[in-house]
């Protein structure tokens, strides 16, 4: 069984960096074809993808972040973490980590973690 | 605005069929698999449907999916009430080197 959870501050201040860990189990970031990736949603809006980082360390970021983005892995520790730099009340979301299968695409989703970004 | 297009709200009656469009370009929809999510109220999104029209193990049949050309769609059949829920489709982006979601379609069973 695939599960994936976040983890983090819920509450960050204006320009402060956000840290974000993804512990997952039921599969392996070393396996051929594996991704895992962040997705976010702002309070009663839509999807927004962020991040993905595959099992050969290849790193993918939504241009329009990628320059406050960074994800990387810990396979010994089933972790992906993401920071975002320089955060904005405009980034307070629900995020969620996802795993990616080259068969299936984005399946698994963790349960989210909101983060409000406020003085 | 979000590069793949999605009606913000579809509605039917129990027992109905029900159809979500999705609309993209040559760049996403066009040239790669789409996927459906279903999202119940407070919950996280589900996998519904991958590579246009392949459903998941455990997704009830009633849920199918079809893509042509630069669109997409979902269908419902049999409409629950517990199917209320927003519905977001997705492609990968070759022009964008993104993962785009469509604005998401919200259900409502009458």
């Known amino acids: 069984q695939i599960t994936l959870k976040e983890s983090g501050p819920t509450l960050v201040e204006p320009t402060q960096t956000l840290t974000l860990t993804c512990t997952f189990s039921g599969f392996s970031l070393t396996t051929s074809g594996v991704g895992v990736g962040w997705i976010r949603q702002p309070p009663g809006k839509a999807l927004e993808w962020l991040a993905m980082?595959?099992?050969?360390?290849?790193?993918r970021y939504s241009p329009s972040l990628k320059s406050r983005l960074t994800i990387t892995k810990d396979t010994s520790k089933n972790q992906v973490v993401l920071t975002m730099t320089n955060m904005y009340p405009m980034d307070t979301a629900t995020y969620y980590c996802?795993?990616?299968?080259?068969?299936?695409?984005?399946?698994?989703w963790g349960q989210g973690t909101t983060v409000t970004v406020s003085s | 605005q979000s590069v793949v297009t999605q009606p913000p709200s579809v509605s039917g009656t129990p027992g109905q069929r029900v159809i979500f469009s999705c609309s993209g370009s040559?760049?996403?929809?066009?040239?790669?698999?789409v996927y459906w999510y279903q999202q119940l109220p407070g919950t996280a999104p589900k996998l519904l449907i991958y590579r246009n029209d392949q459903r998941p193990s455990g997704v009830p049949d009633r849920f199918s999916g079809s893509k042509s050309g630069t669109s997409a769609s979902l269908a419902i059949s049999g409409l629950r009430s517990e199917d209320e829920a927003d519905y977001y489709c997705?492609?990968?982006?070759?022009?964008?080197?993104?993962?785009?979601f469509g604005g998401g379609s919200k259900l409502t069973v009458l």
């Open positions: 996802v795993s990616f299968y080259e068969a299936t695409g984005m399946d698994v």
């Open positions: 980082i595959y099992w050969d360390d290849d790193k």
């Open positions: 997705a492609a990968w982006d070759d022009s964008l080197s993104t993962w785009v």
């Open positions: 040559s760049s996403n929809i066009g040239s790669n698999f």
